[in-house]
Structure formats: structure tokens, C-alpha cells
């Protein structure tokens, strides 16, 4: 059973950093798809960033690109640093994952399997 167990949510001001971690066990492939979601009050839970830790591809979506990166320390640990934080940015933050790679509708939340607990980030 795939496990992902976030850390690094937090509260910081309008402008500030924070850096989400993303800690991946019990994959049956040695390369797969992880992500970052979120969501806030009200609102879908919206793609933030993907990653394929085969080859280190990456996708963003629009209001990250600029801002944020995604990357992995490892083919199981992925991180997404934030930086320019705005107030929109305020949610909880989930990651994702599915065994192998995402061809298409990268960022769509029923392409991925396996989901953390979430982290707050509140500006």
C-alpha cells in the first residue's frame, strides 16, 4: 500500500517562503507520477504542480508557474519550495501520486491514486 506523508505547512506572510515535503513508501514501480494539490474553504481541489520522478518532467499550473517549484530529492521524496506567497495561496496543500507516468490531464486530482493527509499553508 502506497504511503504519502506531507510536512512543512505552515503560516508565513504575504511575500514569504515555505517549502511543502512530500515522503513517498510502498511503490511497486521504481518511477511515478507526484504532485501537489490544493484546496481551499469552498473551492475544488485544483493541480498545483506535477512531477515524473523517471525523468524529472514537471507541470505547473498557471497561477504556480514563476512562483513555485517542484522537484524531487529522490525517486520517493518530492518538494514543492513556494515562493512570492499571495493570499490566494492560502489552502490545504495535498500530494499525490500514481504508479508510472501521467501522459494527459496532468493536474486533474482523478488522475492520481494515492493522496496525503493534507498541510494548512495560510497567509
Known amino acids: 500500500q502506497v504511503q504519502l506523508v506531507e510536512s512543512g505547512g505552515g503560516s508565513v506572510q504575504a511575500g514569504g517562503s515555505l517549502r511543502l515535503s512530500c515522503a513517498a513508501s510502498g511503490f511497486t514501480y521504481s518511477s511515478n507520477t507526484m504532485g501537489w494539490f490544493r484546496q481551499a474553504p469552498g473551492k475544488e481541489r485544483e493541480g498545483v504542480a506535477v512531477?515524473?520522478?523517471?525523468?524529472?518532467?514537471t507541470y505547473y499550473a498557471v497561477s504556480a508557474k514563476g512562483r513555485f517549484t517542484i522537484a524531487q530529492t529522490n525517486a520517493k521524496t518530492v518538494y514543492l519550495q513556494m515562493n512570492s506567497l499571495k493570499p490566494e495561496d492560502t489552502a490545504m496543500y495535498y500530494c499525490a501520486a500514481r504508479s508510472g507516468r501521467v501522459d494527459w490531464n496532468l493536474l486533474s486530482q482523478y488522475q492520481y491514486t494515492y493522496w496525503g493527509q493534507g498541510t494548512q499553508v495560510t497567509l
Open positions: 512531477i515524473y520522478t523517471g525523468d524529472g518532467t
